[in-house]
C-alpha cells in the first residue's frame, strides 16, 4: 500500500460533481482530505490517497479525464 | 522537512526572536561580510559552511530620472540583476545548497526557467556536488548558455514550465536529491527575505513606505514582507508600514485576478506570456501573497506582453538598468499605480527588480538602429550630419 499526496482543482462545471466519492468508489483507493476551498464556481481540495500504485494511478487518471487537475504535492512547488 | 503531516502544507523555518534579540545590532550586521550572508544570524543555517558565491548586498539606487517621469520623487531600485548569476535567486539557492549540504545530499536539482536552473548549476559548481535542472525545452538559447556553462546535468522537457515542474516533483519521490525549490523550499524561501533585509539597512534601518515586486509563485513578495517584519520584531526598524504591491504579467495573473475578485482563492491558469521568469500558473504562494497584499493596505497590478516590453525599455533609458521582462512588468506596476494616485508622489517607494536582461535581449531586439558608415570623417559627417 502506498499514499500519494495530491492537489485537485475543479473547473466551474465540476464544481457540484462528486469526483472525490467516485474515485474512491470505482477505484481501491481511501480518499483523506485535508484542506479544501471550495466556492461557487471553482475549488480545489489537497487529498491523501492510500492504496495499492496501480489503483492510486488508475484512479488519478480517471480523474484528470474527468477535467479535473491533479497537481503532486511536495512542499508546494515555488517559482524557477 | 517537505510537509505538514497534518494539512499537507509547506513546512516553515521558526526562530527563536527573542534570543535573538539579545545577540543581533546595527553594528553586529554592519560588521559582517557585503553579501547576503551578513543576515547568517537570521538564516537557517548551521556553523560557517555557506556556499557563498558573493550574492547579495546589491545597490539600492535613487532613481531619479525614472521618478520624474512617473511623477514620484522618491523612487527607488533595488537592483538585484547585480548578484553572481544575474537574478534574485541567487539568495534562495544560497541558503538551500547550503542546507542540502548540511543534510548530507551530494545532488541537487531544480525546475526551472532559466535563471534558477544558472544559479543551482552555479552553486553546485562552488560546493563540488553534482546538479541536475530541469527546463522547459522551449526555453530561450541564451538562457541555455547561462545554465550550461557550469556544467550541470542538463535536461530539456517537452512542455510547460509546470509540466516540468511536475515531472520533478515525481523524481524528488524517487531520488534522494535535494530538489531546490522541492523537498528544500523552506530553506529556499528564507534565502529570499535577504531583500527586504537590505532594503531596509540601505535606507537606514527603515522601512519603505511602498513596495512593489513581481509574483511568480508568490513566495518572494512574501519574504520580503517577512524580512521587514522580522527586523521590526527585532527592533533593529520601528513598525512596518509598509503597502506591498505585487505585479504579474497579464499572460499569467492568477493572483491578479484573485485579488480584484476579491478573492483569497487563485485559479491556476495556462500562462502565455513572454515573460517567462515569472509565468506559474498555478502559484503555490498565491495565498499567503494575498494576504500580504491585503493586510498590508497594498494591492496587485498586471501588465502586458507589450507594457512589460515598454517598462524594460522605460528603465534602461532612464536609469541604466537592462532588466528582463519582470523586471518591465515591475516598471509597468509602478506606472500604473503612480497614475492611479495608489503610490502618491512622496511616499519612499521601492521597485524590485529581480533578474538582468541580456539572456533574453531577443525580445527587445527592435531597439537596435545603427548609423553605418565607412571608415572615414566624410562618411560619418554625411550619414550623421555632424560638422566636426
Redesign the interface.
Known sequence: MSKR?VMF?FPRKLIKEPIIYQLSHKFEVVTNI??A?V?ED???V?L?LEGEDKEIDAGISWVKEEGV?V?????????? | ???CD??????EVNYDYKALAGVLSHEKISEGPATMWRYRDLLPVEGKGEIDIGTGFTPLLKADNLGRELGLNELYIKNDCLNPTYSFKDRAVSVAVTKAREFGFDTVA????????ASVAAHAAKANMKAYVFVPANVEPGKLVGVAIYKPNLVTVDGS?DD???L???L??RYNWG?I???L??Y??EGSKTLGFEVAEQLGWRPPECVVAPA??G??FTRIWKGLQELSTLKLIGPVNTHMYLTQASGSSPIVHAFEAG???V??VTPSTIVT??A?G????GYYALMVARQSGGGASSATDEEAIEGMKLLAQTEGIFAEAAGGVVIAGVKKLAAAGAIKKDQLTVAFITGAGPRTQEIVSDVVHTFHVQPNLESFNEVLGVQV
Not at chain 1, 71 to 79: A, S
Open positions: 499526496q482543482t485535508r484542506r476551498d466556492s471553482r475549488g480545489w489537497v491523501e487537475r497537481d503532486p504535492i511536495v512542499g508546494d512547488i515555488v517559482e524557477g | 522537512m517537505k510537509v497534518f494539512c499537507l502544507s509547506p513546512v531544480c525546475a526551472s526557467t532559466g535563471n534558477l536552473a514550465y516540468v515542474n511536475r520533478c516533483a515525481e524528488a519521490q530538489f525549490n522541492i523537498n523550499r523552506p529556499y524561501a511568480a509563485s513566495l518572494l478573492s483569497l482563492h485559479h491556476p521568469s515569472i506559474i498555478n502559484p503555490a504562494d
